[in-house]
C-alpha cells in the first residue's frame, strides 16, 4: 500500500525558495521501483506536470515553466522525494501533490491519468 504524505509548503514572496518533501508512509517495500512526480493544481485550472524522477534518480524530466528554478530528488532509503523550489514566481502559486506510478512503469510520463497514488497536496503562495 503506497500511502504518500507532502510537507514543506508555506507562504513565501517572489524570488524565495522552498522545499517540499513527500514521504511514502505505506507498509510498501517498492518504494525505490516506483517512478515519482510531482504535480500541481491552480485555482480553477487543471492539474499539471511539475517533474519527475527515475527510480534511482539518474533521469528527469521537467516541465518548461520550471526547468532551471525546480529540481527533484529521492532519497531510496528514506522513501522520501523532494522539491527544491527556487526563484519562485506568483505563477507558481498552487497545491502541490505528490505522485507515485505503479510498479512495472518505467516511464517519466506528464500524464496525470498515467499516475496512480496520489498525496493529498500542500499548498505553496508565492506573493509579488
Known amino acids: 500500500q503506497v500511502q504518500l504524505a507532502e510537507s514543506g509548503g508555506g507562504l513565501v514572496q517572489a524570488g524565495d525558495s522552498l522545499r517540499l518533501s513527500c514521504r511514502d508512509d505505506g507498509e510498501t517495500f517498492t518504494f525505490s521501483s516506483r517512478v515519482m512526480g510531482w504535480f500541481r493544481q491552480a485555482a480553477g485550472k487543471e492539474r499539471e506536470f511539475v517533474a519527475s524522477?527515475?527510480?534511482?534518480?539518474?533521469?528527469?524530466d521537467y516541465a518548461d515553466s520550471v526547468r532551471g528554478r525546480f529540481t527533484i530528488s529521492r532519497d531510496n532509503v528514506k522513501k522520501t522525494i523532494y522539491l527544491q523550489m527556487n526563484s519562485l514566481k506568483p505563477e507558481d502559486t498552487a497545491v502541490y501533490y505528490c505522485?507515485?506510478?505503479?510498479?512495472?512503469?518505467?516511464?517519466?510520463?506528464?500524464?496525470?491519468?498515467?499516475?496512480?497514488?496520489w498525496g493529498q497536496g500542500t499548498q505553496v503562495t508565492v506573493s509579488s
Open positions: 505522485a507515485a506510478r505503479q510498479v512495472g512503469d518505467w516511464g517519466l510520463e506528464r500524464d496525470s491519468k498515467e499516475w496512480q497514488h
Open positions: 524522477i527515475n527510480f534511482v534518480g539518474g533521469s528527469s
